[in-house]
């Protein structure tokens, strides 16, 4: 697991960033890892739609990380998984739940600062305490992707200079509480962007979408990873409903 978790490390490398084309379940990942992917990831929303679920741990905590050990059992790739609240808002339960993902044999997850159930961002002191007790509780050898919904709740014409200081001050609480990562979805102006990548102390992480930003202008401003979130879930069910279509004609 840590040789995993090393060359999963290592493929973050801001201007060359490594893609991550999310899945859902094993057969997804199978797909990617023979598509040639060089680790697999899942979206939150799209392991809960694939359950029948709504996103914002509506899937049990039973149910993903028995997801997890599927996917990361139905490849030889490094695997993440999005956890997103960590199924606990306590510091010590939040870190049981991230070591039991662990135990899963996934080398990381995304962990998210939005209230779960709820309205706004948990404060910054409190989520890197949630971020200090998991890294207390899995060791060195896990990828913790920190992610901030700062630019995820705001309309993107509101995202500003102001909007990128928040998320600096994040982004240094998390690296100092342990963070591996840094998540900013929701945020694709690439001149704030470039901004953050330049004063981030972690490798940082956008969230592509239709409409957003190449893969090529995403590198030239120092991003290190790409999410493709939800996107990818959508597109394949979007494809397997046309096909029901088109088999009844």
């Known amino acids: 697991m840590s040789a995993k978790f090393d060359t ?3 493929l973050h490398i801001a201007g060359d960033p490594i893609v991550l ?7 997804s990942a199978q797909a990617a890892e023979r598509a040639g992917a060089k680790a697999i990831a899942t979206g939150s929303w799209s392991v809960a739609a694939a359950h029948g679920l709504s996103d914002a741990e509506a899937l049990p905590i039973d149910l993903a990380l028995a997801s997890a050990a ?3 059992g139905a490849v030889t790739l490094p695997v993440t998984i999005d956890f997103e609240g960590g199924y606990a808002v306590d510091p010590a339960a939040f870190a049981a739940n991230v070591a039991k993902l662990a135990a899963t044999g996934a080398i990381g997850c995304n ?3 939005q209230v779960i159930g709820g309205k706004g961002i948990h404060p910054v002191d409190a989520q890197a305490a949630r971020i200090s007790a998991a890294r207390a509780a899995v060791g060195p050898a896990f990828f913790i992707n920190a992610r901030t919904d700062i630019f995820l709740q705001a309309a993107p014409e509101t995202h500003d200079k102001a909007k990128v200081d928040a998320a600096l001050d994040r982004a240094r609480a998390y690296a100092d509480a342990g963070a591996s990562g840094f998540f900013v979805p929701g945020l694709a ?3 704030l962007l470039r901004r953050v ?3 981030s102390p972690l490798p940082v992480n956008v969230m592509a979408s239709p409409g957003a930003p190449s893969r090529a202008a995403f590198a030239e ?3 290190a ?4 979130g939800p996107f990818p879930y959508r597109a394949a069910l979007a494809s397997f409903e046309e096909g029901v279509k088109a088999a009844m004609r």
């Not at 084309?21 to 057969?27: E, I, K, M, S, T």
């Not at 990873?225 to 493709?228: A, C, E, L, Q």
């Open 8 to 10: 999963f490390a290592a």
């Open 21 to 27: 084309f999310n899945v859902w379940d094993a057969g």
């Open 70 to 72: 599927r996917i990361v």
């Open 111 to 113: 962990v998210e600062d």
């Open 189 to 191: 102006d690439l001149a």
């Open 197 to 199: 990548c330049e004063a």
């Open 221 to 223: 401003v120092g991003v």
């Open 225 to 228: 990873r790409i999410s493709h």
